[in-house]
């Protein structure tokens, strides 16, 4: 299972620092990652950081947050400065083992206001 938190409401500009881990047993993890859903619009990908260390970003976050976690820890942040009101959705961490292996964190409200 996956806790996430670090979520609130910040103004335009400001940062937030969000945390997720994994708790009780579990599978060292391939990727660990956080995804978005705004109000009407699909889930997306944020960033993804896998065992290899290697980390990928969605263009509209590029420059402005960093992911990093810990497979073996079950750990995973991602870090969100110069926060835009495009930015406002529900966050959630997802973590992936083996083949087929997946959990998902409940979602954490992330609100920044113009």
């Known amino acids: 299972q996956l806790q996430a938190s670090g979520g609130g409401f910040v103004q335009a500009g400001g940062s937030l620092r969000l945390s997720c881990a994994a708790t009780?047993?579990?599978?060292?993890?391939?990727?660990m990652g956080w995804y978005r859903r705004a109000p009407g619009k699909e889930r997306e990908l944020v960033a993804i950081?896998?065992?290899?260390?290697?980390?990928n970003l969605s263009d509209s976050v590029k420059g402005r947050f960093t992911i990093a976690g810990d497979m073996a820890k079950g750990t995973v942040y991602l870090q969100m400065n110069s926060l835009k009101p495009e930015d406002t959705a529900v966050y959630y961490c997802?973590?992936?083992?083996?083949?087929?292996?997946?959990?998902w964190g409940q979602g954490t409200q992330v609100t920044v206001s113009s």
């Open positions: 997802r973590a992936t083992w083996g083949q087929w292996g997946e959990t």
């Open positions: 009780g047993n579990f599978f060292s993890f391939n990727t």
């Open positions: 950081v896998s065992s290899g260390g290697i980390s």
